[in-house]
Every structure is written in structure tokens, then in C-alpha cells.
């Protein structure tokens, strides 16, 4: 689904929720493989019951992925993404939590040495179904600005 949206289109503050996903065993076992992060603390659900948390923890680079990929909704042809900013990982995720992602805008700014385009920063915080955040980042958007054939129409 195509969606457009230039510079001038994007609200500070406006934002929405994404749907959830509850993640999976499956989830961890195919993170670990594809990234070679085989830690004890995803993984080894023994080792883990000794461990203040109790029970296997996230990958946050899991997390990170699914909850951005929760945002991939629409493709704007307006937009690339520049890359992220200010990655913390709030909080520890469970086999069995479901997370939604939860984005605003922060600031819109033309840029000077591209007028044709400027930059959108999204605050994205991935939550879990107690709505706490257990992820927190800021996506960066590189944005055309509208043409100004469509400004004068």
C-alpha cells in the first residue's frame, strides 16, 4: 500500500500504535541462528532460573527488529530511512510478551544543503501488554519536500 507523505506533511507530535506480536520460543531460536548470539541469557532456560529475571530474556536486537518491523506498514515513497538514533533497551522481554510499537513525531527540519528534502525524526517505543517501554529509539527520515508545481496547484 503506497501512502506519500513530503516534508510538510508530517505534524510534530502526531503519531500512532502499531498492532501487536506476542513473541515466540520459535522467535528466539531462529534470532540466535541468524545472528550467532547464542548467550545464555536467550537461550539456556536452566541457566536462567538461577538468574534475578527467572526465566530467558530477549534479544534486544530481537526486539529492536520486530518492533520496527511492526511500523513497516506503508511505504511512502517520499521517505527513506536515514537510520536510528538513541537505542536503549528499557526493560527485559519474555517469551510470551506481546509487543506493539508506539511512534511520534519529534521534529521536522528542512535541510539547508538539500533544499528538495529535509529530515523527520520519529520517537518509535516498542511496549509490552502491560504498556510499559521496553524499548526506546529515534528513527531519522530523510523526506522530499512537496514540489512546488503541487504547492501552486
Same mark, same amino acid.
Given at each position: 500500500?503506497?501512502?506519500?507523505?513530503?516534508?510538510?506533511?508530517?505534524?510534530?507530535?502526531?503519531?500512532?500504535?502499531?498492532?501487536?506480536?506476542?513473541?515466540?520460543?520459535?522467535?528466539?531460536?531462529?534470532?540466535?541462528?541468524?545472528?550467532?548470539?547464542? @548467550?545464555?541469557?536467550?537461550?539456556?532456560?536452566? @541457566?536462567?532460573?538461577?538468574?534475578? !529475571?527467572? &526465566?530467558?530474556?530477549?534479544?534486544?536486537?530481537?526486539? @529492536?527488529?520486530?518492533?520496527?518491523?511492526?511500523?513497516?506498514?506503508?511505504?511512502?515513497?517520499?521517505?527513506?530511512?536515514?537510520?536510528?538514533?538513541?537505542?536503549?533497551?528499557?526493560?527485559?522481554? !519474555?517469551?510470551?510478551?506481546?509487543?506493539?510499537?508506539?511512534?511520534?513525531?519529534?521534529?521536522?527540519?528542512?535541510?539547508?544543503?538539500?533544499?528538495? &528534502?529535509?529530515?523527520?525524526?520519529?520517537?518509535?517505543?516498542?511496549?509490552?501488554?502491560?504498556?510499559?517501554?521496553?524499548?526506546?529509539?529515534?528513527?531519522?527520515?530523510?523526506? &522530499?519536500?512537496?514540489?512546488?508545481?503541487?504547492?501552486?496547484?
Amino acid at each position: 500500500m503506497e501512502h506519500l507523505a513530503y516534508l510538510e506533511d508530517h505534524v510534530i507530535g502526531r503519531g500512532h500504535t502499531t498492532l501487536g506480536r506476542t513473541l515466540t520460543e520459535t522467535d528466539f531460536v531462529v534470532h540466535a541462528g541468524h545472528t550467532g548470539d547464542f @548467550f545464555p541469557h536467550h537461550m539456556d532456560a536452566e @541457566f536462567m532460573k538461577t538468574q534475578p !529475571f527467572g &526465566q530467558r530474556i530477549a534479544h534486544g536486537t530481537m526486539v @529492536f527488529a520486530i518492533g520496527v518491523g511492526l511500523t513497516a506498514t506503508r511505504i511512502n515513497p517520499a521517505a527513506f530511512s536515514y537510520g536510528y538514533d538513541r537505542l536503549r533497551f528499557v526493560r527485559p522481554v !519474555f517469551i510470551g510478551d506481546t509487543i506493539r510499537t508506539r511512534t511520534r513525531i519529534l521534529r521536522v527540519e528542512p535541510d539547508a544543503k538539500k533544499p528538495a &528534502q529535509g529530515r523527520v525524526w520519529e520517537l518509535n517505543e516498542v511496549i509490552n501488554q502491560r504498556g510499559e517501554v521496553v524499548l526506546a529509539c529515534e528513527h531519522i527520515y530523510v523526506v &522530499q519536500r512537496r514540489p512546488a508545481e503541487e504547492e501552486a496547484a
